[in-house]
């Protein structure tokens, strides 16, 4: 917990030093990474909620020979 308090407590100040106009880049790309982890997120929950249907399509003794590839 504490290397992350330190690595915060660095990041913050490095924020204080930049312009406000920097400072506003610094939260526009925050807000993509918190973007892409969401979508992320979604990504993964959907394609696992496809997989039990999925299942009967990819397990089947027609494609078994696909498998070994």
Do not use: G
């Amino acid at each position: 917990m504490q290397a992350h308090s330190s690595s915060e407590q660095r990041l913050l100040e490095k924020i204080r030093q930049l312009p406000p106009e920097q400072v506003l880049l610094v939260e526009d790309f925050i807000n993509s990474l918190e973007k892409q982890n969401t979508e992320y997120s979604l990504t993964f929950t959907a394609a696992k909620l496809s997989e039990p249907v999925l299942f009967k399509i990819w397990d089947n003794p027609d494609d078994a020979e696909y498998d070994t590839l």
